[in-house]
Nanobody, 122 residues
Framework: QVQLVESGGGLVQAGGSLRLSCAAS?????MGWFRQPPGKEREFVAA????????YYADSVKGRFTISRDNAKNTMYLQMNILKPEDMAVHYC??????????????????WGQGTQVTVSS
């Protein structure tokens, strides 16, 4: 059974930083981060393929967030810098065994974590 466990969420002031982690129970090919702000739909944040050679970001986080992974630990990270109040959301880890072509599409992912809250105070 595949499990994804997120950690690292919390409360931070605007302009601050947080680092999220997602530990998978097995090796996954495509891994990504999504977030769901209060009262809104879940949205794509970033994705990375197993080799790390292909990385994708939502326009809203480019230049501020960095996605990475450590395949030896089956763990993915999201370094979030210069956080803004609009980044406040429950952040979810997602993964698929296959190459996800439309990395921003929720339906491309088969497994999801439980979510971790990121709160940004202004």
């Amino acid at each position: 059974q595949v499990q994804l466990v997120e950690s690292g969420g919390g409360l931070v002031q605007a302009g601050g930083s947080l680092r999220l982690s997602c530990a998978a129970s097995v090796s996954m090919y495509t891994m990504g981060w999504f977030r769901q702000p209060p009262g809104k739909e879940r949205e794509f944040v970033a994705a990375i393929r197993r080799s790390g050679s292909r990385i994708y970001y939502a326009d809203s986080v480019k230049g501020r967030f960095t996605i990475s992974r450590d395949n030896a630990k089956n763990t993915m990270y999201l370094q979030m810098n210069i956080l803004k109040p609009e980044d406040m959301a429950v952040h979810y880890c997602a993964a698929a065994f296959r190459l996800a072509v439309r990395v921003g599409d929720l339906k491309e992912y088969d497994y999801w974590g439980q979510g971790t809250q990121v709160t940004v105070s202004s």
